[in-house]
């Protein structure tokens, strides 16, 4: 079945540097790639959808210079916490849809990335 | 917006019993996708099962059923003979035109042996 791969599964990084968080489909292609966030306890939330070849699309309430998406390949997403601040530990989630697995196909999610900012 | 509600927070079961799982959702559209989502300690998201809205017919994986009463935009999960490995969070999802999953705030599932 399709693979969704994301590295690093956790990380933890001073206040004010950044943290680069990759995610990639090992065995298709997705034009289409989704970032959440989860907070301990809750639900996933959508923060931003990332587009092959253009700009991501970001949820109400996401800050997009904060939150950088770069989707450079069909393979490759990656998401980049700027200057990172201790509200910003979370467990960020990315996931893709194979496109040939029919209309319903699922999301495939990466085993996430905990992300503690000290 | 599409929403997606959950009402139960936490459930609990016996093991081998059976157990349901209630999740509603509000729409405006006539064609999308459902899905259950389990996401045990390990944190990575598991799909259980899916329904197709243009479907009547209730989907059903092994010990995984649903029973979907779109006009009253209803999707419970139903897990029969419940196992210890069952125990998890378990998300309702919907999936809009846009391709966008919306979860609904996930229910903790209990396991009492």
């Known amino acids: 079945g399709a693979v969704v791969s994301q590295h690093p599964s956790r990380v933890i990084c001073k206040s004010g540097t950044s943290v680069k968080i990759e995610c990639r489909s090992l065995?298709?292609?997705?034009?289409?790639m989704f970032w959440y966030r989860q907070f301990p306890k809750q639900s996933l939330m959508l923060m931003a959808t990332?587009?092959?070849?253009?700009?991501?699309?970001?949820e109400q309430g996401v800050e997009k210079d904060k939150f950088l998406i770069n989707h450079a390949s069909l393979t490759l997403s990656t998401l980049t916490v700027t200057s990172a601040h201790p509200e910003d530990s979370s467990f960020y989630i990315c996931?893709?849809?194979?496109?040939?697995?029919?209309?319903?196909?699922?999301?495939?999610f990466g085993n996430g990335t905990r992300l503690t900012v000290t | 917006a599409q929403t997606v509600t959950q009402s139960q927070p936490e459930m609990s079961v016996q093991e081998a019993e059976t157990v349901t799982l209630s999740c509603t959702y509000d729409?405006?559209?006539?064609?999308?996708?459902l899905f259950w989502y389990k996401q045990p300690p390990s944190r990575q998201m598991i799909l259980v099962i899916r329904?197709?809205?243009?479907?009547?017919q209730n989907a059903t994986e092994n010990r995984f059923s649903v029973n979907f009463q779109k006009a009253a935009k209803s999707f419970s999960l139903k897990i029969s003979d419940s196992q210890l490995g069952d125990a998890a969070m378990y998300f309702c999802?919907?999936?809009?035109?846009?391709?966008?999953?919306?979860f609904g705030k996930g229910t903790r599932l209990h396991i009492l042996p």
């Open positions: 996931s893709a849809r194979d496109p040939t697995d029919g209309g319903g196909s699922p999301l495939h």
């Open positions: 065995d298709f292609q997705a034009t289409t």
């Open positions: 990332s587009n092959e070849g253009s700009k991501a699309t970001y």
């Open positions: 729409t405006s559209e006539s064609d999308y996708y």
């Open positions: 329904q197709e809205a243009y479907k009547q």
């Open positions: 999802a919907y999936r809009n035109r846009d391709d966008k999953i919306i």
